[in-house]
């Protein structure tokens, strides 16, 4: 899998509008007195087709970062353009269309809705796309087929594996056709196996098109990757080019280049 992906050329133009422009995004949260910095002026720039993969300690700002790239939290100051558009100038009704038609969000957690079945779940991101009910169900179907869960669409969620959550998970997020995958460490409860799975779907949609990027602490998880960003204490401390040691049964992420 590693050799395959070192060959692997671009699939996408590198030179149009990057998908991503954040530039000296600080998140700030007060509770009573305290003040917490948890982003402390994040730049960063990911073009379109991409493959990232975010890592750091515990605290150091993933998570708000993603969510301000998903736009589910809006930065306390700096800019954020999404395909070119700032996303400050953009009120609740425009933002939560945005999210829906371009963006694909894989929580840590996998929040799937319990007692409802794996394909009402999938079928959710779609309830208010103006679809009929047969449409929204055959391409909830497809999205479960795409992640090898087609043979579990009545299955309630809480009768599901881990594993098998996490792809439904998956499944919701790419029934949309979103150009941006945005997961927040989408293995992490994952046993190996599954955690293969889940890397492959990845693999397949970066390899269509679609810019990925994914928040991990397993180094053997960012290798997958093209380009791996750090932060520490709600900055950037390295910013640079995976290389994957396609001959190592484990292969580790190591920086090209650091910032
Ligand atoms: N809603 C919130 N209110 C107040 N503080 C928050 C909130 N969300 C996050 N924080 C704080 O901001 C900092 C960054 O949190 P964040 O969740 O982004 O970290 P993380 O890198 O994702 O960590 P982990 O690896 O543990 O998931 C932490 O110190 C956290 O306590
Ligand atoms: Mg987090």
Redesign the pocket.
């Known amino acids: 899998m590693m050799a395959a992906r070192a060959d692997r050329s671009p699939t996408t133009e590198r030179h149009e509008r990057p998908v991503i422009e954040i530039d000296e995004v600080v ?1 700030t ?1 007060v ?1 009573g007195q305290t003040t ?1 910095r ?2 402390r002026g994040v730049s960063l720039r990911i073009e379109r087709g991409e493959y990232v993969a975010i890592m ?12 301000t790239l998903g736009c589910l939290d809006a930065p306390t100051s700096g800019r954020y353009r999404l395909d070119g558009v700032d996303v400050a100038m953009l009120d609740e009704d425009d933002l939560s269309d945005l999210r829906n038609r371009k963006i694909g969000f894989v929580f ?1 957690g996998f929040n799937l809705v319990p007692r409802i079945s794996a394909l009402a779940n999938v079928e959710l991101p779609m309830v208010y796309a103006g679809l009929t009910r047969s449409a929204r169900r055959h391409r909830a179907t497809r999205a479960l087929e795409a992640v090898g869960m087609g043979r579990r669409l009545d299955h309630g969620s809480n009768e599901l594996s881990g594993g098998q959550q996490q792809r439904v998970a998956i499944a919701r997020a790419i029934v949309t056709n979103p150009a941006l995958i945005l997961a ?2 989408p293995t992490g409860n994952l046993d190996s196996r599954s955690t293969e799975d889940v890397l492959a779907i990845f693999e397949d949609l970066n390899g269509s098109g679609r810019t990925v990027v994914m ?1 991990t ?1 397993e180094d053997d998880v960012a290798a997958h990757a093209d380009r791996l960003v750090r ?1 520490a204490d ?1 900055r950037v401390v390295a910013d640079g080019t995976v290389i994957a040691e396609s001959d190592s049964a484990i292969g580790r992420a190591r920086l090209a280049r650091s910032v």
């Open positions: 998140r949260y509770i917490v948890a982003l750091g300690p515990s605290g150091s700002g993933k998570s708000t970062l993603m969510n840590q927040d460490e928040i602490h932060l709600g």
